[in-house]
């Protein structure tokens, strides 16, 4: 059984304090401050301890002593991350700079009319995307599959100090007719951007080997992609040091009606970009369901 609980770390004071440090101090006088947070999680989150662990030394075959660095690591890095995210929402994207691998592959899936499905994961920093994409005059309407669980105090605090964003967000409901809405954004020829590394309990999933392990997945974006006839691509935001971003597209081949080849591919694609890095892993529950 798997253990997301679908909402994510963090409280609200620790939001509050690192957006004070990034209006008053700026953003890498913030990144200070998670020398501490990053060293509280690892004395005191035991259970995300665990799981981390079990993910960098038998998944990614890490020593003791690196899968124990890295614990820290991996809590520092989704610090600078969270960081992030909240300074380009607030308006300091020029603080940021970037490289775009792989525009190429969107234009052209654009170009065919039929709109488009992006599926990402919870690694790097997917969710500061559209902020890239308005610089590379990329002028589409991106929609956005989520569940809406992690509407919280954090999630209202966060929108009252951000700029607006242009991303729409389609709301998964019990009666499938969200089935409806990414339909029509399709006609549109809009992107549907799902996650496909997590699920819930009592969900249709579908088995995959992520890092040669084996894991579960959510049925529904490979389902969905592999079923509508329209081009498919897997899309990655990776932090790299000093403000910088890397943007990952690469086109995914899809096969009518064949979810578990689209999630396979998936899966090749996800241990590649981990193997680069192994730190901007962000699914802090049980996700091998190990023992």
């Known amino acids: 059984m798997t253990q997301w609980s679908g909402k994510s770390k963090g409280n609200l004071l ?7 440090c990034i209006k008053n101090l700026g953003i890498k006088a913030a990144y200070t401050v998670l020398v501490f947070v990053a060293f509280y ?15 960098f030394k038998n998944k990614q075959g890490f020593s003791l002593l690196k899968s124990i660095v890295s614990l820290y690591k991996s809590y520092f890095t989704f610090g600078q991350v969270l960081i992030d995210k909240t300074a380009i929402s607030a308006g300091l994207r020029d603080k940021f700079t970037y490289d775009f691998d792989g525009i190429e592959i969107l234009k052209d899936l654009l170009a065919q009319k039929k709109g488009g499905i992006l599926i990402s994961a919870h690694v790097g920093n997917f969710e500061v995307a559209e902020h890239f994409f308005a610089d590379i005059d990329f002028d589409c309407q991106i929609n956005l599959v989520t569940t809406d669980l992690e509407h919280s105090i954090i999630k209202e605090y966060l929108e009252s100090i951000s700029q607006k964003s242009t991303i729409k967000f389609i709301f998964v409901k019990e009666d499938m007719s969200h089935i409806f809405d990414i339909n029509s954004a399709l006609a549109n020829n809009e992107l549907i951007c799902f996650t496909g590394d997590r699920y819930f309990d009592g969900s249709k999933v ?12 959510p049925a529904g974006p490979f389902l969905i992609a ?24 690469r086109e995914a081949k899809v096969k009518h009606r064949d979810a578990q080849a689209l999630l396979n591919e998936y899966c090749e694609s996800v241990t590649t970009i981990l193997k680069k890095y192994p730190y901007q892993w962000f699914n802090y529950f049980n996700f091998w369901e190990s023992k």
């Open 14 to 20: 620790g939001y509050k304090i690192f957006v004070y």
């Open 226 to 249: 592999s079923r509508l006839k329209v081009p498919v691509a897997f899309v990655y935001v990776m932090k790299e040091p000093n403000l910088h971003y890397h943007l990952y597209t």
């Open 41 to 55: 999680y690892l004395l005191f989150s035991w259970k995300s301890n665990k799981t981390q662990f079990d993910y």
């Open 206 to 217: 579908l088995e995959g080997k992520l890092l040669d392990h084996t894991a579960k997945f």
